[in-house]
């Protein structure tokens, strides 16, 4: 079975733009689980990927992680933050 996306990234056994291929394992396999949760997103963290469709949502969402915040507090500081 794979390292959930997020977390193969954060030890730096995945690159950024990987994350296709765990969208195309979870497709093609039987994980018994939803696709954020295979990934390792959250589902506000997976719905804010998909209606962006880049990768700077990716390396949002790792660097909440490695600062220990959620993705949606990481988005309002720096929303705070830009209106400064």
Do not use: P
């Not at 730096?12 to 765990?22: F, P, Q, R, S, W």
């Not at 979870?26 to 018994?32: K, L, M």
């Not at 804010?48 to 990716?58: F, P, R």
Request: hydrophobic content about 35%; overall charge negative.
């Amino acid at each position: 079975m794979f390292k959930k996306y997020i977390d193969s990234c954060l030890s730096g056994e995945a690159l950024l733009g990987g994350i296709h291929d765990y969208i195309e394992y979870w497709h093609n396999n039987e994980t018994g689980t939803e696709l954020h949760e295979f990934s390792g997103m959250t589902a506000y963290e997976y719905g804010q990927w998909l209606k962006s469709g880049k990768d700077v949502v990716l390396r949002d969402i790792m660097e909440a992680r490695n600062e220990g915040i959620s993705y949606e507090e990481y988005r309002f500081m720096w929303e705070r933050f830009a209106k400064c």
